[in-house]
């Protein structure tokens, strides 16, 4: 049984950071590109990031470049997203997401397997 455990959610205030970690089980990690996906209330899934399966390359919305960074341990089993200068139009409960392949893709369609999400309020 896949499951992606996603943890690190939480309440900050503007300017703040916080670190999503996301692990994997019932999978062979490393070869499965990995992504981040954010869903504000009232709107639809959006892409944030992404992770190739070796680790060596990272995709990332305009919005979040230069703010995030993706990473992930593969002894670990775990995708990271370093979030910093959070803003309140950040907020939003954000998925992990695992896609077997070698290339990096956007749509939340070509995705194999979700966890079940990580609330991010950013305050203003």
């Known amino acids: 049984q896949v499951q992606l455990v996603e943890s690190g959610g939480g309440l900050v205030q503007a300017g703040g950071s916080l670190r999503l970690s996301c692990t994997a089980s019932?999978?062979?990690?490393?070869?499965?590109?990995m992504g981040w996906f954010r869903q504000a209330p009232g709107k639809e899934r959006e892409f944030v990031a992404a992770?190739?399966?070796?680790?060596?390359?990272?995709y990332y919305a305009d919005s979040v470049k230069g703010r995030f960074t993706i990473s992930r341990d593969n002894a670990k089993n775990t995708v990271y997203l370093q979030m910093n200068s959070l803003k309140p139009e950040d907020t939003a409960v954000f998925y992990c997401?695992?896609?077997?392949?070698?290339?990096?893709?956007?749509?939340?369609?070509?995705?194999?397997?979700w966890g079940q999400g990580t609330q991010v309020t950013v305050s203003s």
């Open positions: 019932g999978i062979t990690f490393s070869y499965y590109n």
């Open positions: 992770i190739s399966y070796s680790g060596g390359s990272t």
């Open positions: 997401a695992a896609k077997r392949g070698t290339i990096i893709v956007v749509p939340t369609t070509s995705y194999d397997y």
